[in-house]
């Protein structure tokens, strides 16, 4: 225990370099994580994109030994673009610079921008720096091992009704530690706590993993919480998936990680078990095992599952109840064969039994507490074409997903996706691409998307038709619909970027006529501009005017918003990253709702529905106290002067202000 005090100390006076490297990327990852995503119709904590980004800066990929399937992971990059980086490094060598990666004429500057934040070459050979032939343990550990420690606290700062009425049994603090340690590539240790406001316990959530990997033939072995990614994600993937966004090609098509270690603070759809995967030549054999408890509203008296809540939240007697109520039991395998970069393909299997039985939510809705899954899917490159999909069975039907990609020139690229998700298909750890992201049932869809790089910027189109054969929950009839979307990206100078998209969504809604119910066509429409200046590397400021319009036909329902916001970004300061950004808006209702996804502290991401009439304020700094240790903290606010009180049920406030403040700290030995 002494010697492990000494190298932690040791190391904290040291060893300060990827603090230092996330300093200058962080901001990087803001332009990343806006081509990947776009504001949806939905008030959601994203933060598990944000976790799927920061972990790709962690395992950075070595430009100098790193092969066609291991660059294909890099965040936004193509097949082409890595084949130019391994067609670079055959003709000239190893790189001495990542720099040098906009050299290769292949590669799209605005793309090298991209993907520098997640790539890396290798420090020399630990033999070599310190002229060391056998190295002692304390050495090996030093040289090769990472720390990284973070702890997060939020709170509001107005008193909601459910600690008035005390409903809820804990305190106002939301909580939020993670441990992580790494040794070389090779293992991964992590440990996780999570509290959210009104919950008791500060480990109300726990979660841990141990991953051993490029251990011979072992691919991976992982031990606690892990996920697994399979084809594109109709039987098995993370719990959360890229969709539609401003790159209208990249993102659709889903890349496999296999095996990964869960690092969310999301309380649901993860293992918990053991997994591994062992390389034999071309082929990888993998098999996992899992039994895992979720929050459930379960009858007792019947023994049937009724809902399964996916809030995460033990606030009241009530959520308390359905805590860890389900059970699930879940052993499968799957066996990928992957002769080279240009094809690969797999089948997986899995049956999964729970404690008790589903109670169907509708005709075609899950029932019973028994199921099997089997998959296939497929990936081939030839020449400028690719084609890539997947087919998964539930048992009772099969859906099916199918990429075809054209590259015609380095410029311009196409994508026609066709998706077909009946509504007997439900998958209980999948999440396909689709107009409803993740939902994977009662779908079918016909997606075009085209990214073309002209003299004047760089321009992305997609059109999606779409239809849901079934009612759902939000539609009590069969709808159809289609959206189509153009970003036009431009940077006529250095210092100047601007920003054009407008998007056009025409749905069907259910809605009541006369005491009778038919559909109605549902218009939403919005048109947003961009002004980023850029005087100097330390100084950026964005501007942002959006324009929201809704409207029903049948009902001539008509309701318009507007949003208007500016930021700057400012780390002219030695340490010290300063963000700030003001919001106006004004809508008639949340139909004309105005959604934007705004900075925060590192690794959360919010998008949040602006409505009604109001202003909101935020102001972020963050400092480096030490080479190894960082302080964020974020102060919010949001006002609305013509409200006497802001959500409702147990979240309300009384008044027109709703405002928090946020700390963490980030420490990397």
Known sequence: MKSLIIILLFLLITNFEFLAQTDTT????????????????????????????????????????????????????DFHSAEAILEHRNKFGKFFSINELYAIQKIPKELTDRIIPFVTIARIDFKEEFAIEDPTLFQSIYYNSRVYFRSRMISDLQLREGFKNERFEGTKLKSYNRLQIRYSDKVRIGFLTDKDPGEKRFDDFTSYHLLVSNAGILKSLAIGDYIIEFGQGLAMWNIYGFSKGADAVTPVKKRARNIIPYTSSTENNFFRG??????LNDFILSAFYSKNKFDANVDEFEGIILSTPL???????????????????LFGGRLDYAPSGRFSTG??????????PFEPSSLF?????????????YDVIYENFNLAGEFAYNGISAASI??????????????????????????????????????TNNEFGIYNGLRWRTPFGLFNFYYDQFKFP?????????????????????KPFRQLETRVRYKHELREVARVFEDVRRPD?????????????????????RGRFEYSHFLLKESGIREEGVLVFQDLRLTTIKDLTFYGRIIFFRTDSFNSAIYEYENDLTGVLTNLAMFGEGVRWYVIARYRLLRTLAVSMKYSETYKPGVSSISSGNTRIDGKLDNRFSLQLDLSL
């Open 521 to 541: 066509n549902r218009l939403r429409r919005s048109i947003r501009t961009e002004l980023i200046v850029s005087p100097s590397r330390d100084i950026r400021l």
């Open 470 to 490: 079934y009612s759902t929950f939000g539609n009590t009839l069969p709808v159809t619909g289609n959206e189509y979307m153009l970003d036009l990206t431009s």
């Open 402 to 439: 199918n990429h075809l990609i054209l590259r015609i020139t380095r410029d311009l690229s196409l994508i026609t996706s066709i998706r077909s998700y009946p509504r007997n298909y439900f998958a209980l750890h999948g999440f396909g691409f689709g107009e409803r992201s993740g939902a």
């Open 347 to 356: 089948l997986l299997y899995y049956k999964t039994e729970y404690n008790y």
């Open 311 to 329: 809030d995460g939240l033990h606030r009241t007697e009530g959520e308390l109840s359905r805590k860890n109520a389900g059970q699930e039991t």
């Open 26 to 77: 962080i901001a990087g990852l803001e332009e990343v994580i806006e081509d990947l995503i776009e504001e949806t119709d939905e008030d959601v904590d994203n933060s598990d994109l944000f976790e799927t980004i920061e972990e790709a800066v962690k395992d950075k990929i070595d430009i100098n030994s790193a092969d066609l399937e291991e660059l294909l992971r890099i965040p936004l990059i």
């Open 365 to 377: 809705g899950r029932s019973g507490s028994e199921f099997n899954y089997s998959s296939f899917y």
């Open 274 to 279: 053991a997994a591994a995967s062992v390389g």
